[in-house]
């Protein structure tokens, strides 16, 4: 049984795009996990496999957070039958926008063994872009606030490539304007401004703009 047999709404086609396995292919337990990002908070979904013919008793997840995140609740202990899965809800308190990093162990029992069993498991990355995501904004709004914004982070781009879409023809640049807000309101403003050069290359500008 997979993560994508528990999944039900009716996106659940991007969902299992962004899956993550946290155990090897050789392990006992096999876990896979994946978050969803509220405002201020964030339920990660563990979903856990016995691959062993053996009862997994006091069998938990011992997670660890870096970053603005904070883990609410402390583990549970569970016990998973042979051949079964089971899917294990944490929530996550959210504090801002910056990238974080989940990790940690699961840990478990069998009655005949006397030392308990540790799996390490691979980090789960909280990127920023589970936080942003992409509103309406008009030409009017997007000036205002890009004259509002004083930082700013610029980029220089090259391209090694003949553009043949909105360059092809006479015309011999391309701006675009790219508008994004976090789930705690924040804004972030892109600008893109790239020209065809002589020989067929492109070079340009990127530059972005945030309150902070």
């Known amino acids: 049984m997979r993560y994508w047999e528990f999944i039900k709404d009716a996106d659940g086609a991007n969902t299992l ?11 006992p337990v096999h876990a896979e996990a994946y978050v969803t990002v509220h405002q201020y908070n964030a339920v990660l979904a563990v979903t856990v496999i016995n691959r ?16 603005d995140l904070k883990l609410v609740e402390r583990p549970q202990n569970h016990t998973l ?46 990127d920023i872009m589970h936080y942003i995501s992409p509103p309406v904004c008009s030409d009017a ?41 976090s789930v705690f309101g924040e804004d972030a403003l892109l600008n893109i401004s790239v020209k065809k050069l002589a020989n067929g290359k492109l070079n340009g500008y990127s530059r972005i703009r945030s309150k902070t």
Request: aromatic residues 14%.
């Open 17 to 27: 795009n962004h899956i993550i396995q946290l155990t090897g292919f050789s392990d």
């Open 81 to 126: 039958a042979p051949q079964s899965s089971k899917q294990i809800k944490d929530n996550i308190k959210v504090s801002s926008t910056e990238t974080g990093v989940i990790f940690g162990n699961i840990v478990y029992e069998i009655s005949n063994v006397l030392e308990r069993t540790v799996i390490v498991l691979n980090d789960l990355p909280i």
């Open 52 to 67: 062993t013919k053996e009862t997994l008793q006091n069998f938990r997840l011992e997670l660890a957070m870096m970053g």
């Open 141 to 181: 709004a997007f000036r205002t606030t890009w004259a509002e914004f004083e930082w700013e982070n610029k980029f220089y781009l090259i391209f090694w490539f003949k553009f043949k879409l909105a360059l092809d023809g006479e015309c011999g640049f391309l701006a675009a304007n790219l508008y994004a807000k």
